[in-house]
């Protein structure tokens, strides 16, 4: 009898100690969660709305999904600039809407000429691969004389590298009707609701279109076989003073590319193409056997600036006109020292 009781008084001493145990571990996971949280570091990242619903996403999305910002400390958040065309992303940098962006080249070296600070501290997309695609009906170039095509700013690379490809076959500036027209995803209606008779598309939305019966009449790679398309940019003064969240960003970065790139990750990448850009998954499969069944350079390793290819850019838009001799030196445009520190360039 009383060694039944005794055993319950330990039993009942033991079942209150180990309560009290777990209440003090519940504290001190959350004391460590708060600490964690107070040691993280806030980075708003820009992205047009267009980018944001297009492939080129693909590195952020994928570096922020599956944690490898996170992983690397950044408290990461994408922010979207209204208005926010591409011509605004620098912008953002100004006004405090962001710390870094998404920016096209172009649009960088034209803003940095104006005035602007910012500079590219990763590539995020190398040579895009835009198809030239026509409307059912429409089975050829010479099929476009008088025809209306849907371009985008004529001081990009989309459509320097459009009309390099019209001229190739022989159309000239005349030989056809323009309409100015941002993001792949606002071409691609413009085709498929029959406003526009062809549009340079990107991926997916160049297969989304075949599969609605429409026809690929060439693609940018025939003309411009090398440059350096998208790019993350910061201003130099907030750089200096946030070295440590740009390193941060550039390792997390560099892992999202390695995952892109591994075949045995391909299921998730073809996920996070779909869920952003409302494609089928066939369309996103192709997207990504275009770009590495054989590897074709659209996609940095792991961040690196491809110098060469960012002069080649203004090589092009020199030719473009849309800037002015002396050209400018690639090298003003970037600033290597975060790559170098992440270990990557």
Sequence with gaps: ??????????????????SGAAFLLVILFAAFEAAAADQTIPLR???????????????????DREGFFRREGL??????????????MIEALHDDTADVTHVATPFLIRAALAGS??????????????????????????DLKGKLIGLADEAGTITISTRKLLALHGLKPADFRVKIIEGTPARYQCLVRGE????PLGQPQDF??????????????????????????????????HKDALVRYARGLAAAFKFI????????????????TDASNAAAEQS???????????????????????ARVIDYMGEAGTLKRPLPAAERFVDLRYLAAAGIQ
């Design 117 to 142: 600070d910012a500079a590219a501290i990763a590539a995020e997309f190398n040579n895009p691969i835009y198809s030239l695609v026509a409307k059912p009906g429409i089975n050829s170039f010479t």
């Design 196 to 199: 526009c008779d062809a549009v």
């Design 208 to 241: 989304s279109a075949v599969e609605k019966g429409c026809r690929v009449l060439g693609l940018s790679t025939e003309v411009v076989p090398e440059l350096l398309y998208t790019v993350t940019a910061a201003r130099r003064s907030w750089a200096d003073a």
């Design 75 to 88: 408290d990461f958040k994408v922010v979207v600039p209204i208005p926010g065309g591409a011509d605004k």
């Design 45 to 63: 990242y820009a992205q047009a709305y267009s980018s944001l619903r297009s492939v080129f996403s693909l590195p952020i999305v994928i570096g």
């Design 261 to 276: 790139r591994d075949p045995a990750k391909r299921g998730a990448a073809v996920k996070a193409v779909v869920e952003a």
């Design 288 to 310: 990504l056997k275009l770009f590495f069944d054989p590897e074709r350079g659209v996609l940095p390793k792991q961040g690196e600036i491809n110098v060469t290819g960012l």
């Design 1 to 18: 009898m009383h060694d039944a009781a005794g055993r319950r008084k330990i039993a009942t001493r033991i079942a209150k100690l180990a």
